[in-house]
């Protein structure tokens, strides 16, 4: 399957789709990536109408921006009116999970529900104790050269920085992990892991983590919730937790033995929760 790419919102996006029955649009992270949900579409295609996209500057995606949170919302929404779609469900993964938790907040009555996949929550403390959990997670050699590598990035210029950036993301993707061996199937397009000029634009942390968005998050989301973390995730798991337990109708769900891609990790549990979820909060079986 190739996808196509048309114009929505003043970009040119590509999308596919694939499977029929309940429309559900998944969103990758980043923000900058590409769209690396395939595996998770084909879990769930025998139920499911997916839609899959690249978000604006990533990959077959224009790279044209604004790259702000509010752009990345309305993207969304316009793909939707695009694919002449009433209403959807939404799932996301790490950035993308925080663009659907948000375009849920403006768009609560199009969305049937959200499955929110390795999220941060909107607590900004989790910042500090992903920090140290992500050195934890390296082995001595890897956390010497990324902290060394760290500390003089900010010197550098050209290739020489762009390719220390790519090596720190590296180091950082290897931390994620909770088999290490599933490093080779990580996303990446011709080597690089995201487009660090979007990767850079997006301040989504001001947006993500501000007062109004969390009062928006607690009041205006009336949507089904499924929130899911691996146990093994350098992101604090307690933060989702945190946010679950502000929500009116939500459910977290631990998967064990996995850390941020649960499905190279934990593939059915993960399948089997979504499916689940979505049997009895949207199909109502």
């Keep these: 399957m190739d996808g196509i790419v048309s114009k929505i919102n003043g970009v040119s996006l590509w999308h596919i789709t694939q499977g029929q029955g309940i429309p559900m649009v998944l969103l990758h992270g980043g923000p900058g990536a590409y769209d690396y949900l395939e595996p998770i579409a084909d879990m769930l295609d025998n139920r499911y109408k997916v839609i899959r996209y690249e978000q604006r500057g990533s990959w077959r995606s224009e790279k044209k921006g604004p790259y702000d949170v509010e752009t990345f919302i309305d993207d969304l929404e316009h793909l939707r009116l695009h694919l002449g779609i009433d209403k959807w469900v939404v799932c996301g993964h790490s950035w993308g999970a925080s663009v659907g938790l948000a375009y849920t907040v403006r768009y609560n009555c199009q969305v049937k529900a959200l499955i929110y996949i390795s999220g941060t929550g909107i607590n900004p403390a989790w910042h500090i104790d992903y920090r140290i959990n992500r050195l934890e997670n390296m082995s001595f050699d890897e956390r010497e050269e990324y902290t060394q590598l760290r500390s003089i990035v900010n010197q550098m210029s050209g290739i020489e920085r762009e390719h220390t950036r790519n090596r720190i993301r590296e180091l950082s993707l290897r931390a994620d992990l909770f088999n290490k061996n599933n490093f080779s199937m990580l996303p990446r397009v011709d080597g690089q892991f995201v487009n660090n000029e979007v990767n850079q634009k997006v301040d989504c942390n001001e947006y993500l ?43 977290f769900r631990l998967i064990s033995q996995s850390g941020h891609y649960p499905w190279l990790d934990n593939p059915t549990t993960l399948g089997k929760l979504i499916h689940d979820f979505v049997a009895r909060k949207v199909t109502g079986i």
Excluded: C
Excluded at 230 to 243: F, I, M, Q, S, T
């Design 209 to 251: 983590e501000s007062d109004e968005f969390r009062n928006e998050v607690i009041s205006s989301i009336t949507a089904p919730v499924l929130l899911v973390h691996g146990e093994v995730d350098p992101r604090p798991y307690k933060y989702v937790k945190e946010l679950a337990s502000n929500l009116k109708n939500s459910e």
